[in-house]
């Protein structure tokens, strides 16, 4: 990839990801609801919080990634010649970081400050994304495409896929599965 391709390739991947804050964040709020929406159906639940868990609100965040970023690279791999190995990286690290911060944030505020409300949990998500967004953005853009870098990105996006399935019919007696009072 010459230097003006490259350099194309970064300019989308910006704009991309930019759209990526508002779609991934707008997709999220409705999730929250479709469980109950939609009669409580267990395959529903597979894919949208069935409880009030910290852990169950991140399936808010892993779905609207997997898919955002998943379908961006499927329809402009072409056409941007969007490196797969990159894409992957920065991906997983949009997630990690975002899931990392809405966790640290909603535990910070409920044992560290002693305050809960749903404004306080809301304003995670609108603070997580955009910062998970950017550095997943400056990865695609400084990355070097390494073999060993989409390894531990696809096994952890599965791993917390199959948690997320799994865990919705059998959480484990930890704090993040617990439903607050």
Same mark, same amino acid.
């Given at each position: 990839?010459?230097?003006?391709?490259?350099?194309?390739?970064?300019?989308?991947?910006?704009?991309?990801?930019?759209?990526g804050?508002v +779609?991934?964040? @707008? =997709?999220?709020?409705? =999730?929250h609801?479709t469980?109950?929406? *939609? &009669? %409580? %159906?267990? +395959?529903?639940?597979?894919?949208?919080?069935?409880?009030?868990?910290?852990?169950?609100? =991140?399936k @808010? /965040?892993?779905w609207?990634?997997?898919?955002?970023? &998943? /379908? &961006?690279?499927?329809?402009?791999?072409?056409?941007?010649? *969007?490196?797969?190995?990159?894409?992957?990286t920065?991906?997983?690290?949009? *997630? !990690?970081? /975002? !899931? #990392?911060?809405?966790?640290?944030?909603?535990?910070?505020?409920?044992?560290? /400050?002693?305050?809960?409300?749903?404004?306080?949990? !809301?304003?995670?998500?609108?603070? #997580?994304?955009?910062?998970g967004?950017?550095?997943g953005?400056? +990865?695609?853009?400084?990355?070097?495409?390494?073999?060993?870098?989409?390894?531990?990105? *696809?096994?952890?996006?599965?791993?917390?896929?199959?948690?997320?399935?799994?865990?919705?019919?059998? #959480?484990?007696?930890?704090?993040?599965? +617990?439903?607050?009072?």
């Amino acid at each position: 990839m010459n230097t003006h391709e490259r350099k194309q390739d970064v300019i989308f991947t910006r704009r991309y990801q930019w759209l990526g804050l508002v +779609v991934i964040s @707008l =997709l999220s709020i409705p =999730l929250h609801f479709t469980y109950e929406w *939609l &009669g %409580q %159906q267990a +395959v529903i639940g597979l894919f949208t919080p069935t409880n009030e868990s910290i852990w169950e609100h =991140l399936k @808010l /965040i892993y779905w609207p990634i997997v898919l955002w970023w &998943g /379908i &961006g690279f499927i329809v402009f791999r072409n056409s941007k010649q *969007l490196s797969w190995l990159k894409w992957l990286t920065a991906a997983t690290v949009s *997630l !990690m970081v /975002i !899931m #990392a911060f809405i966790v640290g944030w909603y535990y910070t505020w409920v044992y560290g /400050i002693g305050k809960s409300s749903s404004l306080i949990h !809301m304003s995670s998500l609108f603070i #997580a994304v955009p910062i998970g967004q950017l550095l997943g953005i400056h +990865v695609y853009r400084v990355v070097k495409p390494c073999f060993i870098y989409q390894v531990i990105s *696809l096994i952890l996006f599965i791993l917390f896929g199959v948690m997320f399935i799994y865990f919705t019919f059998a #959480a484990p007696d930890l704090p993040i599965f +617990v439903i607050p009072n």
